[in-house]
């Protein structure tokens, strides 16, 4: 163990620390500071603490600005070591010196405490199963977390979509009463509009009635008579109601009201024609008095 970590913090290697799962390589510290002997070490333990079989560890030199792959030790879970050399990269192993025969009595001695070296036991397998099933666990549960997010944002689409449609149908139903209101604002803006109002009311019935029979001559039979000329109207006179409805049709609702009023009061007065006279004087000269020529 001292000799790898003595390895790992020369020449600013670094080590990549993890263990191998169905032949792949799961690395659970990465390109570590080979100087930082106690961080080494703290990975090291991590891994084993796991239950693992065996802790692997790379080890990488730099070459230019890159690192490369030197050496990958496989470090059994207990107290023997053994180093696997990566043979792609013509490094010697760690244990590739010439043999004295002192070294040569110590790697016998090391054989036989292989030889001798217990098996794994069915505690360890079971721990490795153990680490296998916790780790596929995992990732189940983090897929079941996935499928339900994704199903409650699918439900939550659905109830947005459903109230986007909601709110469209209601905006046409209101579109359609603007339409509506804004058809009956025009149609009672006119004298039509005018009109229609004074047919629901009897007294302005008569009222026009009695504005007909003074203005232009009409008879006054009934609450509606006023509103329907004689057959033999006389054409200058058509000439004049088609004028006055044309022009009254455009004015505002507010002007069609003070024409009225203004009819109404000159038509109930003792002398109309008189009355009219001063009206037409007053508008044009600014007087009351009627000039003579």
Known sequence: MNEILTYIGENRRRATIGYELDGKMIRLFRKLDGADRQAVEDAIQHVRNKGVDKVVIEVYRPNGNAMVLAKKFYLPNG?????????????????????????????????KAAKNKPQPTKSMESNTTSWKDYALKSEQEKVAKLEAEVKRLSIKNESLDSKVREFEKEMIKKDHEIEKFQGQVESKSGLSGFVEKAS???????FLAGIGSRLFGMPEVGSHAALNAPASMNPQTEQYITNISTWLQKQPMELQDQFYQLVHAITNTSNVSENISKLINLINNGTLIKRTA
């Open 200 to 206: 629901e009311n009897p007294a302005m019935m008569n």
């Open 79 to 111: 107290k023997d070591l053994k180093e696997k050399s990566d043979k792609s990269l013509g490094n010697p192993t760690l244990f590739d010196l010439p043999m004295t025969n002192d070294s040569s009595r110590m790697t016998n001695d090391f054989v």
